[in-house]
């Protein structure tokens, strides 16, 4: 074994791999990451999360998610279109970046076009902290107004979730604590 050390590595030579836990952070900076890396060294990611966000939600059913999902929608997004559909999807990977979806389904019926609003949010959140659910959904429902993960569409998640960015940051660290915790345990 040497004894030769090796430089961390920044985010300007890092890349994750696929199966690194630390992927869901790749766009964050240097001194973020190297934060994270020494809590994760120290094996206190997930002590830090269970401190901050001790409670999980009651939300176990597609029917639960839908009620949840419509009181925001009523509350900060009258006018947006319907939403025909709410589900805990199991198919949605976050290793596709994924962590809920929103779709549009189109069918015709009669002579008419018909489209219907889906949301679907990563089963793993069952799981998780009330705080990471309602941050999901919120960015979900923002894709009602802007298609478009621009300045506009970040506003209106704040306007809906105002820590919107740190449940964000919060939530990545949270997937990277879930696929450490088999090999740190």
């Given amino acids: 074994m040497s004894t030769r050390s090796t430089p961390a590595p920044t985010s300007e030579t890092w890349r994750p791999g696929v199966k ?25 990611l997930g002590e830090h999360l269970a401190k901050k966000y001790p409670a999980r939600h009651t939300v176990q059913t597609d029917r639960a998610l839908y009620d949840f999902t419509a009181e925001l929608k009523q509350e900060f997004l009258r006018t947006a279109p319907p939403i025909h559909k709410v ?4 198919k949605i990977d976050v290793v596709h970046r994924a962590l809920g979806l929103h779709t549009a389904i189109s069918r015709v019926q009669g002579g008419k076009l018909k489209a219907k609003k889906e949301i679907r949010v990563a089963s793993l959140f069952k799981e998780a902290p009330p705080e990471f659910l309602r941050m999901i959904v919120v960015h979900e429902l923002a894709h009602l107004k802007e298609s478009d ?21 919060d939530t990545r660290l949270f997937l990277a604590w879930r696929e450490l915790e088999p090999a740190q345990g």
């Avoid at 589900?87 to 199991?90: E, I, K, N, R, Y």
């Avoid at 306007?159 to 940051?169: K, N, R, V």
């Fill in 149 to 169: 993960h621009n300045k506009a569409f970040y506003r209106l998640c704040e306007y809906m979730e105002p820590a919107y960015h740190q449940l964000e940051f």
């Fill in 87 to 90: 589900a805990f999807d199991a």
């Fill in 20 to 44: 690194d836990p630390l992927r869901f952070l790749a766009a964050y900076p240097d001194g973020v990451l190297d934060q994270v890396r020494q809590m994760v060294a120290a094996n206190r």
